[in-house]
């Protein structure tokens, strides 16, 4: 069974930064893309970035300039350094990648979230 493991959130103030992690644990043959998504109160969850298995990122126009997507593929990880940030970036960030556990097939796992305040 694969999972993802998520940590980093917690309380910044406005212009503060925070850097998630999102760490594949299991029995893996291969990660494809690696996402995140962000779910603000009330509000349906969006996606944020994807980081590609050859590290390429892209990005929401809201996050576009202040967060950074990378990847450790020794690791499993994938990281979301998140510089600059608004109120309106509070919210549980989730992670979401595609991956091909050994001896099954492709499957989308998600993380548990993370949450992230934002607040003077």
């Known amino acids: 069974q694969v999972q993802l493991v998520e940590s980093g959130g917690g309380v910044a103030q406005p212009g503060g930064s925070l850097n998630l992690s999102c760490a594949a644990r299991g029995s893996i043959a291969r990660i494809s893309a690696m996402r995140w998504y962000r779910q603000a109160p009330g509000k349906q969850r969006e996606w944020v970035a994807t980081?590609?298995?050859?590290?390429?990122?892209n990005y929401a126009d809201s996050v576009k300039g202040r967060f950074t997507g990378s990847r450790d593929n020794a690791k499993n990880t994938v990281y979301l350094q998140m510089n600059s940030l608004k109120p309106e970036d509070t919210a549980v960030y989730y992670c979401?990648?595609?991956?091909?556990?050994?001896?099954?097939?492709?499957?989308?796992?998600w993380g548990q979230g993370t949450l992230v305040t934002v607040s003077s």
């Open positions: 979401n990648a595609g991956v091909t556990p050994n001896g099954a097939g492709y499957r989308e796992v």
């Open positions: 980081i590609t298995s050859i590290g390429i990122s």
